[in-house]
């Protein structure tokens, strides 16, 4: 059964009160036109909404959320915004969740853990991406696609005046795990793995990112 209900508490010259019954917060936008291409920013001309629905209230002002439509994607020095769902959402793959062919199928919601204490909304979402770029070529070699866990840490300040959530901060990080060989080879596949990893590909640390433009969450019936 869902619970659709957050508690804003927000201590004002030692009173209290809350905006309550919000089933979830949404910022509108438009999809972004390069979806796998973190550093793209550009917009397309199709409008998409980021929603966090409550679907677990938890003890100790922790929630458990649903993610639909994705997350608003930015960089550094760049008015522009676009919201990203193939990486933020991603894919997923188990022997029940894949189509005819064995392919990974495109999510449409993604669960998100939040932490909330009156004033500051923490949230996290962990994803997976896959370019599906498997193949198996001559020589009985073969390739497994590239695939991306991605962890985005959302930072949020409640602003009591407009009753909505503003995005302070992100920090993205992005692995990278991909396999490759033959097993007519004594050595018959190699595995790169990496933790965290930078657009060139190299071992790097998690991005913190500060929006240039103003990013504020609405509440939702």
Request: glycine share 6%.
């Given at each position: 059964?869902?619970?659709?209900?957050?508690?804003?508490?927000?201590?004002?010259?030692?009173?209290?009160?809350?905006?309550?019954?919000?089933?979830?917060?949404?910022?509108?936008?438009?999809?972004?036109?390069?979806?796998?291409?973190?550093?793209?920013?550009?917009?397309?001309?199709?409008?998409?909404?980021?929603?966090?629905?409550?679907?677990?209230?938890?003890?100790?002002?922790?929630?458990?959320?649903?993610?639909?439509?994705?997350?608003?994607?930015?960089?550094?020095?760049?008015?522009?915004?676009?919201?990203?769902?193939?990486?933020?959402?991603?894919?997923?793959?188990?022997?029940?969740?894949v189509n005819i062919?064995?392919?990974?199928l495109r999510r449409?919601?993604?669960?998100?853990?939040?932490?909330?204490?009156?004033?500051?909304?923490?949230?996290?979402?962990?994803?997976?991406?896959?370019?599906?770029?498997?193949?198996?070529?001559?020589?009985?070699?073969?390739?497994?696609?590239?695939?991306?866990?991605?962890?985005?840490?959302?930072?949020?300040?409640?602003?009591?005046?407009?009753?909505?959530?503003?995005?302070?901060?992100?920090?993205?990080?992005?692995?990278?795990?991909?396999?490759?060989?033959?097993?007519?080879?004594?050595?018959?596949?190699?595995?790169?793995?990496?933790?965290?990893?930078?657009?060139?590909?190299?071992l790097d640390l998690?991005?913190?990112?500060?929006?240039?433009?103003?990013?504020?969450?609405?509440?939702?019936?």
């Open positions: 059964m869902k619970i659709f209900q957050i508690l804003l508490i927000v201590v004002s010259a030692g009173m209290f009160s809350w905006h309550a019954s919000a089933q979830s917060i949404a910022y509108r936008g438009f999809e972004c036109a390069d979806p796998a291409n973190a550093s793209d920013p550009a917009p397309s001309n199709i409008p998409v909404e980021s929603r966090f629905e409550v679907i677990e209230s938890l003890d100790d002002g922790m929630f458990r959320l649903r993610l639909s439509g994705g997350l608003p994607r930015f960089v550094k020095d760049d008015q522009r915004i676009c919201i990203d769902s193939d990486t933020a959402i991603g894919f997923i793959g188990t022997p029940e969740s062919d064995g392919i990974p449409d919601s993604i669960d998100a853990t939040a932490y909330f204490n009156g004033y500051d909304l923490v949230i996290v979402i962990s994803s997976m991406y896959t370019d599906m770029s498997q193949s198996r070529g001559t020589f009985s070699s073969f390739s497994t696609s590239r695939i991306q866990p991605v962890t985005n840490t959302l930072l949020f300040e409640y602003d009591d005046t407009s009753a909505s959530f503003r995005l302070k901060k992100v920090i993205h990080n992005k692995g990278f795990v991909h396999i490759s060989g033959s097993t007519g080879l004594s050595v018959p596949f190699t595995e790169i793995i990496i933790p965290s990893f930078a657009a060139s590909g190299l998690p991005l913190i990112l500060t929006p240039s433009s103003s990013i504020v969450y609405q509440f939702k019936e």
